[in-house]
């Protein structure tokens, strides 16, 4: 198997101290909250399978956008040449 | 011919076999920014079939598992931005409830919330680097950014969530 199967690429260099001491009660309230995926055990497992599924997803043809779709894009293309001032919060809320 | 040689040429059992050493592993990555199985299976799914879909374009001296995420990331950050206004992480990842008081569960349904209206480029960045513990390298390879550009809406979502929360009577 090639090295494009390992993990390389994928640095493990943490948030760095200061930052975790920074963010400490908030991560600490949020994880409180929402328990870490590691931490749920086999809750968080796959529980099955996905290649069937894969199989029929296949077989399936591509999704086709809806007209509606292009519609929205086309005015919100339209707005932003004719708004340039919208650009920055069309982006904000991307 | 190697596994990732095959799979960009097309072979349908070279990518049978990246989707059963990777399913679990993606699953549970979208499942970090979903929290939503039936979801997260969902999007696995998906994920691979775009990774299979794009195959020819694939370059087998590339990392096979960071693309993949990438492509998974994408549809995560899609389906949160899709689920907006602003649904609930809801707690059904975490079934055991605790026997809080009144005051707490007031408490983590107001983290639940504050977190759930971020804009879904900062939240998923907050769900990986606060919740998560995933370091800026690896989020930042997920999302297609730099590790300073996802320091940077780390700061940025802190920053909001803290205001939030404030707004919603937690002080952190």
Redesign the interface.
Known sequence: MSDGLKDGGLDKSTTSPLEKDKFGRLREMLQEALPPIDELGSEAELRCDLWPAMLRRLEQPAVRVPWFDWALLAVSGAATILFPALIPALLYHL | M????RFAAGDLDAF?SL???Y??EL??WV??IV?D?AVA?EL???A??RA??AHAGFD???????WLRRIATNLALDHL?KRRPYVE?A?D???EQKPDSAVQQQ???A??RA?AEL???LRIV??L?????Q????MA?ALGIS?GVARTR?FRA?RL??KKLQRLG?H?
């Open positions: 190697e596994l990732l040689e049978e989707f059963r050493l399913q679990s699953y549970r499942m970090r929290r199985a299976e696995t799914v998906e691979f079939w299979h879909k087998p001296q590339n990392n096979f598992r960071a931005r992480l707690e990842v975490a079934a408490t983590r349904a983290l639940r977190l804009p879904p480029r907050a769900q680097g606060l919740i998560e513990g370091p800026y390298a690896e390879l590790a780390m802190v969530l803290r937690v952190p």
